[in-house]
């Protein structure tokens, strides 16, 4: 079974100062995971996946399949980073199917 | 950017209605969509594979009589609620897969407040 797991639903910094964010999974395959974020009142929107290995708004993520994580860095955090995160799998045998972790709620403050 | 809807955002009913969701890609074509359920400050949960002219597949421990699944074209699929009740109300988010060269993505709706009196 795949499993996606979050373990801070909430993490407060500073601006400026660095943040990560833990995701962890299990799954037997070679999944693609992703991060996406939720501002408020807005939609779900895509943040950045592995297979891209891009840096988006700042953001990285590196996939360790040792460690079977995606935690998700940023090296100076701003207020506008404030929101909700998800981390998500999706499997080889699973075409489609989006496994989301419970969520980590990033708050930034001056 | 690819775009997609969802009407009503927001619908009250009284228990035992039937309530309908639409979920449309207003500039893609999407074979595949995607329904998701979401409880307060809980993470979304996939309900089913909305696939297009044929029936849709249901995730384990949801039922396919209460919420029936319709992806008539390429850029719509409906979710309908039959016979509502309380334990019903949440939030419903649509998603639609556009498939581009180099990889899937997943566009998501702003998602549907259902509250069932």
């Known amino acids: 079974a795949q499993r996606v797991t979050q373990p801070e639903k909430l993490l407060s910094v500073f601006k400026g100062a660095p943040v990560e964010l833990k995701c962890n999974y299990s799954?037997?395959?070679?999944?693609?995971l992703f991060w996406y974020v939720q501002y408020s009142r807005q939609r779900l929107q895509l943040l950045l996946r592995?297979?891209s290995r891009e840096s988006i708004k700042g953001f990285t993520a590196d996939l360790n399949k040792g460690e079977t994580s995606f935690h998700l860095k940023k090296p100076f955090a701003q207020e506008e980073d404030s929101a909700m995160y998800y981390c998500?799998?999706?499997?080889?045998?699973?075409?489609?199917?989006?496994?989301f972790g419970a969520g980590t709620q990033v708050v930034v403050t001056p | 950017g690819a775009v997609v809807s969802q009407h009503p955002s927001w619908v009250i009913c009284k228990s035992g209605t039937s309530v309908k969701i639409e979920c449309r890609s207003l500039?893609?074509?999407?074979?595949?969509m995607f329904w998701y359920r979401q409880f307060p400050k809980q993470s979304l949960m996939l309900m089913a594979t909305s696939n297009e002219g044929s029936k849709a597949t249901y995730e384990q421990g949801v039922e396919k009589d209460k919420f029936l699944i319709n992806h008539a074209s390429l850029t719509l699929s409906t979710l309908t609620v039959t016979s509502a009740h309380p334990e019903d109300s949440s939030f419903y988010i649509c998603?639609?897969?556009?498939?581009?060269?180099?990889?899937?993505?997943?566009?998501f709706g702003p998602g549907t407040r259902l509250t069932v009196l």
């Open positions: 500039d893609f074509q999407a074979t595949t």
């Open positions: 998500a799998l999706w499997g080889t045998d699973s075409w489609g199917k989006l496994q």
């Open positions: 592995h297979i």
């Open positions: 998603s639609a897969d556009l498939e581009t060269v180099i990889y899937n993505e997943q566009f």
């Open positions: 799954y037997s395959g070679s999944p693609e």
